[in-house]
Structures are given as structure tokens and as C-alpha cells.
């Protein structure tokens, strides 16, 4: 049910003819109130695309009613005519829902460099709109989709209010956000500062934690909208639990759909001196070539692991640290452990990567995947 | 000629038993005099090998006589165990050439995380002390070979005074040092300061800047050892000159034997605020695996260069940034350029991207190589 799980929400996905294979292209959520909260978070990318200089400056007035989506064209690094596109979307949203540009998000995702057709465009917001339903969920997350093989949704239920949320996005995944466009909705009532101080630290903890292969994008985008149609006020805590749940679901989904990989990665720091120590290792760990290169040979290749370690500033001291893999201690304070052979990485996708640090009580996890022939083949052939 | 071009020198490169595949694994070079100067850089990583941490307190002094390096173990992650294997090695090269220990510097290349056999390590000191000869250049940059397919060797002569060298590595190259062992040989007269500061500008300007996959080793070691045997005292600019040429072509053999590459690129980025900005985002678009599967899959696409460009914390104007594949501008200050169809990745290994800032006058080089199958085949099958 994806973005219309929460109730006062209505979604559509349609072909509007943006990309050749006639596949949905255009998804449009639309918040029906009685509040119309937003907030959202946007890649730290230099380049950023038109969809995103226009959103952003759409959001943060903290109110929005809809966000409009296509698949087919990412419309970045196309200048002052890619941001008049974008306006230009906006405004015939706006038009055909009844409201003002100032209050419609934009979203794009595919091919940089490349105008987007703006009479498809067109003529999918007139079909959206017609079509809008409070079932609509499903068809949205299908239109959003390009090189994903599944669409990704999820939701969570709690106490009489729903998070409920849709993403696309498989590889060019990187922290700080990656090629990922994510609306989430929710019933629950909140003002537009607690809904962006819940959606910075669910984002903190899922999205930017999730590392595919070290590449950002210049459209990422995750839109939270809150239309307090339930009547319940649910504490911070709760709801930015709710909401994490719902990332990290999504963010999970986004990894397991990563192109090409043969294996997910979780990579966990133990006993740091800081949390940023943590993330430091285990984002160095997460993008080493040739550590993922030896997952995807299902060797636990621990040299592989602090070659990557040693390249970060974290406080440890290299004697000290221990590394495990699948729960396998085959580095042990500084020395030998366990024989690798005692690891398997055949049996299941999953691997665990642990590293203790000796440094303190912090810790963190990063999460990405091995490298692969496909990742090679995919990004060799596939221009985005 | 390699190690031996320069006068003053001896080295050999036999076969200790080390490598399974009994293929030669042990090299020796011996500084005969007069001078016995030394300058050494080594590997940032955190987890430094055995060899390097010996080697680190041997070089310090400026003075060195001989280095043994052996391929078939890298004698990292070993503990203290493998410390005192690095100076056992150091001893019997003492003994066998008539020093002590503190003047024999060792390398090692390999698998992280396994003993030396240090009877075949004997065996080897012992065969290669005995067939030490001043043309035994070319047998020592056999013996330090791995997953290399041809020996690297450089030498620059000038006004009577000789820079010669060899270099181990293929893979695994990364700023600050790559996987690479590298011994360069002069008879130039020059004190250990001298030799420090122009090894130090030499190799900032080349391994520094030469990244394959971002990979960091443990082991990574360039030693300069000036034997003062021609009694020509060039200036510091000539024979700095001359070092870094030695070094860049060393640099350049090692990038094109690089595993499993199928293009060599540049990143030029010029016109940057300052040299460190050209270098920051030269070292972006060299790390973004995008980038490189777009460069083997021969599409020049420019999309991949700006998100990974704007990833880097240089100073820039994202509306005046161009980018060029082979002289052809795709993207011109901000927008669309050139077709992309007019750029030829298909004739020549060689790819040259330039980025144009428009921020400033200061400019950088940065050299990698594409991500192509064979990268990950070997890198998945061997271990390291």
C-alpha cells in the first residue's frame, strides 16, 4: 500500500510515454490533509538536479500538498531550461489538484544531461490526476521504478497511525544519500519541525548508512508528508521509531535490488571510541574494491578488511582489533584467529562483517553488498 | 638495467622457494660506495606490515647498504612473530654481505596474514648474496613480481650521473601509496636531506597520484639509495627532475599492468582554486566505480564525472564546470556540450578526462585505470 497506507493520502502511477519501453513513468501522491506537513532531505551533491533545487526550495516551507515523480529522465545537469521544466511540472500539478506550484515536489530519476519530454509530461499529470486513488499506493511505486527489479514498499502500524512509504533505487547508492527517490506519508499529526527532525535522524541511521558503491547521485530525495488524518499525536520517540522502521525497510529493500550483487554486507564496528569512528571504519570497509570483490568469491578475506580499516582516522591501535566474519573470530586482538575455512559465505546472500575496535563502548553499521561481474556489466552498458 | 644502471650497485633475483610456483622470489641490492645514502617513503596505512615498521627504523638514519625483498608473503597482520622474521632476514643479509642489521632495509609482497618460511628465506639470502653482480638489475625486478605480468624498470641518465629503478604492482594502487615495492638506485652525490626532499616531491607527484581502485596496502614502500659512485653533485632541481621521471614511468608500468584494465586514464583537472582542490576532485572521479565501468563499457559519459566531481569539497561554480573526454567537450560551463557520440574510447587504451574548473589557475593530474571483469575475476579468484 506504499504511500497510501497512511490515511488521507491519494496516489497514481501511469504511463505517461517518458521512457520508450511504454513501462509507467509518473507517479503523483497527493496529501488530502487535514494537515499538509512536509519535510525532506536532499543528496549533498554538488551537481544537483533541477527536480532538487526545485523541491528544496518547495519544502522548506514545511507544507506541501503533493509530489510528482518520473521515471525516464533525470533531468540533472540540464541548466536554467531543466529548472524551468521542473517549475513547469509543478505548476501543472498545481493547476490540476487545485493549488499552487509553491506547494508541489518534483522528483526525477534516469539519464543525466537530457531535456525531459515535457509533452509526456504533461499529458501523465492530466492522466494522474484523473486517476488518483486511495489505493493508488502500488501503481505509484511501480512507475517510480528504472533499473529495479521490484518495486520497494513499507509500512508500519502503530496505536491507531500508520508510516507507511515507497522508494526506488538499485546501486549508485552512497552515504550522504544515494540514486534514490523515497516519499513516505504518515497519518500521525506532527508539526513540520518534529516531522523533519524525525526524518534527519531515520535518514541518519538507514539511508546514509546504506552504501552500494560509493557513488552519490545528484537526485536523491526522501519526502516524509504528514497529513494528521488519524487525530493522534504520538510522542517524538515513537513516531521517529515508526519512521526509522519504515527507512530502513525501504533502505534494505534498495540494497537487496542492488545492481549485480551477489551478496548483502552488513558491516558492523564495535567498541569505538566515537560513533563517527565507527562510521568512519566501516564506510571505509564498505568501499573497498577489493574487499568486495572477495565476498563476491565468498573468501572472508580479514587483510582485506584492515587494509581498508587502516586507511581511516579513527582512534584504535592495530594490535588490539578483531575481526569476525559470519560470527567467526579469524582476527583476533591484533594476531591470527579461527581458520578462514571455518567461514561459510556460499549458504546465503547474508554476510556479517564485525569489527572491534578495543576503543571504547560507540558503534555503527554500515550496509552494502560485494562487487560483481553484473555490477560491471550493468554499469558498463546502462548510461544514467 | 633497473637497480644496477647506476654505478655503485649490486643486486640479484633468485628463486628462494617461497612462491609455490618456484618462479624466483627473492631480490637483493647491495649499495657498494662510497656513499651509503638513503631516503625512504612508505605505505599511510594504519596497519603496517612487519617489513615496513623494520624498514621505517633502518631508513630513518639516511644510511643504508643493501635492501632484500621478497615476493610470495607480504608478512602483514603477523604480529610480533612476523617483526622479528623481518629482522632475522635483515641479519642474514648483514652476515652474508659484511654489515649489521641496521643497515639492511626488507620488503615483502604477498598474502596478508601468513609466516614467512624463513628456511626458504635463508636458502634464498644465501643464493642471492653469492650471485650478487652489477648487472643483476633485471633478475631482482623479476624476483619481486606477483600478479604483475611483465617486470618495471626505469632508469634517466644526465650529465654523467644515473637514476635507475624497479617497481612491483598491479592493483591495489591507491593515494598515498599503492601496493608497490620500489627500489631506486643513484650514483649522484647527495646527502640524505637531499635525497629525502627530492624522493618526497618525486613521489607526491607520481605514486601519490596513481590510484587503480582506491585500495590502500599494507606494504607499500619506495626506497632511494644514492651510492655517490659517479662524484657528480647534480643540483637539487636536476636530480629531482630525473627522480620524479624514473618514478612517473614506473608509475605509468604499473597502471598499465594494472589487473584486469582494459583503458588507462587521466584525469586532468585544471583551472582549479588550488593545487589540493584539482587533486580533491581528480581523486573523486578516479574512485567513482561508475565513472570507471562507464570509461570500459567506452561511453564518455560526463553524467558520472560531474556527481563524482561534486562529491569533493573543492571550490567551484557547479554552472562554470566544462568536461572534456580526449579533447572533445561534452559539457560546457554548466551545460550541454559537444555529442557524446564524437568521442572515441575505442581505439586506444588511453583516456584522457579534463576537468575545467574555471576557479583558479593551480591543476593536477590524477592517473587510474576502468573497472572491467577481469578487475573483479582477479580479484574475487586471488587472495591478497
Chains 1, 2 share one sequence.
Not at 531535456?115 to 511501480?142: H, K, N
Not at 578495543?358 to 560491471?376: E, F, I, P, Q
Amino acid at each position: 500500500m506504499s504511500t497510501t497506507a497512511a490515511q488521507g493520502f491519494v496516489a497514481a502511477g501511469v504511463t505517461a510515454g517518458i521512457k520508450a519501453s511504454g513501462r509507467p513513468d509518473l507517479a503523483l501522491v497527493v496529501n488530502t490533509g487535514p494537515d499538509k506537513v512536509c519535510a525532506a532531505v536532499y543528496t549533498s551533491n554538488r551537481f544537483q538536479a533541477a527536480p532538487v533545487l526545485w523541491s528544496k526550495g518547495v519544502t522548506a516551507s514545511g507544507v506541501l500538498d503533493a509530489v510528482v515523480l518520473n521515471s525516464g529522465g533525470a533531468n540533472a545537469c540540464t541548466g536554467a531550461d531543466g529548472l524551468a521544466d521542473s517549475k513547469a511540472t509543478a505548476q501543472l500539478v498545481a493547476s490540476a489538484i487545485g493549488t499552487t506550484p509553491d506547494r508541489v515536489a518534483v522528483c526525477s530519476t534516469g539519464l543525466i544531461g537530457v531535456r525531459l519530454p515535457m509533452d509526456a509530461i504533461t499529458r501523465g499529470v492530466s492522466i494522474a490526476a484523473e486517476t488518483l486513488d486511495a489505493q493508488g499506493g502500488s501503481d505509484a511505486a511501480q512507475a517510480i521504478m528504472t533499473t529495479d527489479t521490484v518495486p520497494k514498499t513499507a509500512v508500519e502500524s502503530v496505536d491507531g497511525w500508520t508510516v507507511g512509504g515507497m522508494a526506488k533505487g538499485a546501486g549508485m547508492l552512497a552515504p550522504a544519500l544515494a540514486t534514490m527517490l523515497v516519499v513516505v506519508t504518515t497519518d500521525a499529526v506532527l508539526t513540520a519541525a518534529e516531522a523533519d527532525a524525525a526524518l534527519r535522524e531515520a535518514t541518519r541511521l538507514t539511508f546514509d548508512r546504506t552504501d552500494s558503491d560509493g557513488c552519490m547521485s545528484t537526485n536523491d530525495t526522501v519526502i516524509l508528508m504528514a497529513s494528521g488524518a488519524s487525530g493522534v499525536r504520538p510522542s517524538t520517540e515513537a513516531f521517529t521509531e515508526a519512521l526509522t522502521a519504515v527507512c530502513g525497510d525501504l533502505a534494505s529493500q534498495l540494497l537487496a535490488d542492488a545492481e549485480g550483487a551477489a551478496h548483502d554486507i552488513a558491516i558492523h564496528v564495535e567498541k569505538a571510541a566515537t560513533e563517527d569512528d565507527a562510521l568512519d571504519v566501516a564506510r571505509c570497509i564498505a568501499r573497498s574494491n577489493l574487499f568486495k570483490c572477495a565476498v563476491f568469491g565468498n573468501d572472508p578475506n580479514w587483510g582485506r578488511v584492515l587494509a581498508a580499516a587502516g586507511t581511516s582516522k579513527a582512534t584504535f591501535d592495530p594490535d588490539a582489533v578483531s575481526v569476525s566474519f559470519n560470527g567467526v573470530e579469524v582476527f583476533t586482538s591484533g594476531g591470527l584467529g579461527a581458520d578462514r575455512s571455518l567461514v561459510d559465505l556460499k549458504s546465503s546472500r547474508d554476510v556479517d562483517v564485525t569489527v572491534d575496535l578495543a576503543a571504547g563502548d560507540a558503534y555503527a553499521t554500515v550496509w552494502t553488498n560485494d562487487l560483481t561481474y553484473d555490477y560491471v556489466k550493468e554499469n558498463a552498458e546502462y548510461s544514467s
